[in-house]
T-cell receptor, first 114, second 115 residues
Framework: DSGVTQTPKHLITATGQRVTLRCSPRSGDLSVYWYQQSLDQGLQFLIQYYNGEERAKGNILERFSAQQFPDLHSELNLSSLELGDSALYFC?????????????FGSGTRLTVV | AQKVTQAQTEISVVEKEDVTLDCVYETRDTTYYLFWYKQPPSGELVFLIRRNSFDEQNEISGRYSWNFQKSTSSFNFTITASQVVDSAVYFCALTLYNQGGKLIFGQGTELSVKP
């Protein structure tokens, strides 16, 4: 157990729907990162939050949004889902806002859009 | 722009063979950090090693060793006496000092170790 908890582990939904992925960081970690892993794009950085504030943004679609709550858990919202959004979504956390020391990944949420 | 290239998409070896996974990176920054992660069939990403750009010492951890060469922008990973449990996808990644910790991943190398 890495200490980073992602729920749900699997999600199957239809095109056009909206889903929310949840991440609880490791105890004491202030920063949360979201990554998408797909066959064609590989592992892509989506967005980072540090202590409730957005810190960095990657290739995140406008249909996707995220937030980090006061208790430091984070949610990634995916809306108007398309078949191409099917992927493994990882959350990771680190103590600081800089990932120089590496960070700990959760086990991922596998999203299937049908 | 920064980039990480893992040219070997798939490698297949027989147990007890040594295997080297290549990683070449591109950045103009002088301060950066390199990582290797392992993704076993179960899907999670497991941290293996971190190296900063000022530390070119090679590192050995059990059967694993890493060779960092700034002159060739490479950070290669060798598994000695491979085992079936080493079968996984291995990712090399790069982050810069002032990028907020965003990791730039290579495409990964799928290693298959056959008994």
């Amino acid at each position: 157990d890495s200490g980073v908890t992602q729920t749900p582990k699997h999600l199957i939904t239809a095109t056009g729907q909206r889903v929310t992925l949840r991440c609880s960081p490791r105890s004491g970690d202030l920063s949360v990162y979201w990554y998408q892993q797909s066959l064609d794009q590989g592992l892509q950085f989506l967005i980072q939050y540090y202590n409730g504030e957005e810190r960095a943004k990657g290739n995140i679609l406008e249909r996707f949004s995220a937030q980090q709550f006061p208790d430091l858990h984070s949610e990634l919202n995916l809306s108007s889902l398309e078949l191409g959004d099917s992927a493994l979504y990882f959350c990771a956390s680190s103590v600081t806002g800089e990932g120089h020391y590496g960070y700990t990944f959760g086990s991922g949420t596998r999203l299937t859009v049908v | 722009a920064q980039k990480v290239t893992q040219a070997q998409t798939e490698i297949s070896v027989v147990e007890k063979e040594d295997v080297t996974l290549d990683c070449v990176y591109e950045t103009r920054d002088t301060t950066y950090y390199l990582f290797w992660y392992k993704q076993p069939p179960s899907g999670e990403l497991v941290f293996l090693i971190r190296r900063n750009s000022f530390d070119e010492q090679n590192e050995i951890s059990g059967r694993y060793s890493w060779n960092f060469q700034k002159s060739t922008s490479s950070f290669n990973f060798t598994i000695t006496a491979s085992q079936v449990v080493d079968s996984a996808v291995y990712f090399c990644a790069l982050t810069l000092y002032n990028q907020g910790g965003k990791l730039i991943f290579g495409q990964g190398t799928e290693l298959s170790v056959k008994p």
